[in-house]
């Protein structure tokens, strides 16, 4: 039987102001590192409050989160916050877990606005058409890229937008060790946000 897993994505602007403010209540019962009937309702520190629901409610637990064990590994089978990371930008993702494996759809969201994702073969690995999140995103910095997997390795055009422009992209050639970017390319610097746009 399958499960869902949340994970929110974080970047490096969070501090300890913004941890120290954000509290997750855990509707669900924890079964030997097992959470299954699970809702989460997330409070940023604005006070605003999302609710994934996926099953109904059982016991309820508010847990503080720490700057040390903010991230929560609920593995094995189940819903988890595998990775837990949070951001301004309350970037979440959505998805299929089975057999300590993730599956099937995943999809990325803010704030219940679905914003991208993709389907994983029954190993996990990304396959067909994407939109990823980049790395760094967060509100000053929504980066999308948009493009196709074949086995996990990036293959053909990929374009990158920033706030539903594009703003740069180029090609991926699918090669023996992994993925290769081939021809004309404009690349986004690491340091890349609203207010630096190189």
């Given at each position: ?55 109904s ?29 949070f ?35 029954d ?45 740069e ?10 993925e ?19």
């Amino acid at each position: 039987m399958g499960y869902k897993f949340l994970q929110i994505k974080q970047t490096s602007k969070l501090n300890i102001l913004q941890i120290r403010k954000l509290y997750i209540l855990l509707m669900g019962r924890f079964q030997e590192w097992k959470i299954t009937n699970q809702s989460q309702l997330f409070r940023d520190r604005y006070n605003k409050k999302f609710r994934i629901s996926q099953a109904s409610l059982m016991d309820r637990e508010l847990w503080r989160v720490k700057q040390e064990s903010w991230s929560m590994e609920c593995l094995k089978e189940g819903i988890t916050s595998k990775g837990c990371r949070f951001d301004e930008a309350q970037a979440y993702e959505i998805g299929d877990y089975n057999k300590r494996q993730r599956r099937g759809k995943l999809a990325y969201f803010i704030q219940d606005i679905e914003i991208g994702g993709g389907q994983q073969n029954d190993f996990g690995k990304k396959i067909g058409k994407w939109v990823d999140l980049s790395d760094t995103f967060w509100k000053e910095n929504q980066v999308l890229y948009f493009g196709e997997y074949n086995n996990r390795i990036k293959v053909g055009a990929w374009n990158i937008l920033s706030d539903v422009q594009q703003i740069e992209g180029g090609s991926y050639e699918d090669f023996e060790k992994g993925e290769k970017k081939i021809g004309k390319w404009i690349d986004l610097s690491e340091f890349f946000d609203q207010q630096v746009l190189i």
